[in-house]
């Protein structure tokens, strides 16, 4: 069934599927009040954020799909009356039915790392006038990453396990600090939004499936 997706050729079976996914997924919310929040750190830890920053995952930020860069949100968790105030500075979570991405630091702060996912309440504040990109460019497209490794072959070894189902599979190389990665993408989308509405159907399918940008 993915192959058909990707290869362009579904069935009516498959389109019925990926259009059932697609249209059931959440917005994440964009009001004050009750939302469910989640935390990422590592390996996301001196990368690029959607806005251009690099991501610190012991700062206080957040990523929102679609919240502008800059906005300051006023949390609590109402489990412990611990609260912290964050800046959006990325985009997500890419996950059904969660509506923040927390960093690393603001979840310390929530005491909500090993919880991991909590409900939490949410103030909008003014967004933050002062706020600015770090780079101006935009990226030219998205993929979905199936898999990082530190080592070549064995990403080489996965990517043509892949080419039977993904045509397109290939391997990009990413420096994070003094270590290489080796990701595994697939697909090539002009939006973010397209990329997203494959998630659900690679993630049914075992796969642990991000977005990745590319320039």
Known sequence: MIRAAFSGVLSSTVFLCIFN???????????????????????????????????????????????????RLHLTNPENSRSVVVTVNDRGPFVRGRDLDLSYGAARKLDMVDDGVIIIEVRILQSDSSYTREISNEPRGYAIQLASFSDRNSAEQFRRKLLGSYADARITTVKSGDKTLYRVLVGSYPTRAGAASQLPVLQASGHSALIREFF
């Open 21 to 71: 996914l697609t249209s059931c997924t959440h917005i994440p919310r964009d009001k004050d009040g009750t939302w469910t929040a989640s935390w990422y750190g590592e390996p996301f830890h001196g990368r690029k954020t959607a806005s251009g920053e690099t991501y610190n995952m012991y700062g206080l930020t957040a990523a929102h799909k679609h919240l502008p860069f800059g906005t």
